[in-house]
């Protein structure tokens, strides 16, 4: 004779084990108002890379609000160098799945990367890519400096002045796009004087600026950092602070906000998604 207990534990498991595997199975269809992310092309958001370990983890706080911000749209996270994964690691693998891609640089400028080492990149991967816009002196990355200075204590007073501190290139489009930046932070700080200054590969250097808004009678001069994130760069910029320094940008909401804007442009545009490879 059948033991209706045990019969009833058989029907009961296998009730729990279909439950499961429909839950498994809805958990990957797309949720009401958003769209598959197979009818956009993959947004890979690229940073220079770091040993710094909070580097990474910081950018991937970034994307975790750009997918908040998109649902449904693919973002994946690459590195120029020194951290994985790095970009043509991800490039490979889109192509592996016949994905196209929109490369986002993490960057503030253009250079030596967004110009050259992103192309190269998805040639050598063989990927269909567009490379989008730098950051740039956008009125969202503003937002972000402003609020991060005023997070650190900064408050205006007399005799304010700010060294905006970014890492610098040879680039003469980069020291032109960092100048920009400055202008536009000055204005949102009120008129306060902003000066750039770089990390590496331009001056002034951070302490030249320092000594240059000493020299125009601003005491009080605090270093806005135009960094994506922790690393090297940052930390060599806020120890020449000599009132105080901003943390980096990192995960902003503004900045989610404008890594969005650079892919849809990069998205709307006319010229087509590239076989670099071919070129």
């Not at 192509?95 to 891609?101: L, M």
Request: charged content about 20%; aromatic content about 2%.
């Amino acid at each position: 004779m059948t033991d209706p207990d045990s019969t009833f534990d058989s029907a009961a498991g296998l009730l729990g084990r279909i439950t499961e595997q429909l839950g498994t199975r809805l958990s990957h269809l797309p949720r009401p108002g958003t769209r598959p992310p197979v009818h956009a092309p993959v947004l890979v958001a690229v940073g220079h890379g770091s040993r710094d370990p909070r580097a990474r983890a910081t950018l991937g706080r970034l994307l975790g609000r750009v997918r908040e911000l998109r649902p449904g749209l693919d973002v994946r996270l690459a590195h120029v160098e020194l951290n994985e994964p790095l970009l043509e690691d991800v490039l490979t693998e889109l192509v592996g799945e016949g994905r196209d891609a929109i490369l986002v640089p993490l960057l503030l400028a253009p250079g030596h990367h967004v110009t050259h080492d992103l192309p190269a990149a998805a040639r050598r991967a063989g990927a269909r890519v567009r490379v989008a816009e730098p950051l740039g002196s956008h009125p969202l990355l503003v937002e972000a400096l402003a609020e991060r200075l005023a997070e650190a204590g900064w408050t205006p007073a007399g005799g304010d002045g700010v060294v905006l501190a970014s890492a610098g290139s040879r680039d003469p489009r980069s020291g032109a796009e960092i100048r920009k930046v400055a202008v536009l932070l000055g204005e949102r700080l009120g008129g306060v004087p902003v000066v750039p200054a770089y990390a590496s590969a331009a001056a002034p250097t951070v302490p030249e600026a320092v000594r240059a808004l000493a020299a125009r009678g601003r005491h009080r001069v605090a270093v806005a950092s135009c960094f994506t994130a922790p690393g090297l760069f940052a930390a060599r910029a806020a120890a020449h602070a000599p009132w105080l320094a901003s943390a980096p940008l990192g995960a902003h909401p503004a900045l989610a906000r404008l890594v969005l804007h650079r892919y849809d442009q990069a998205r709307t545009a006319t010229r087509p998604l590239r076989e670099l490879a071919a070129m």
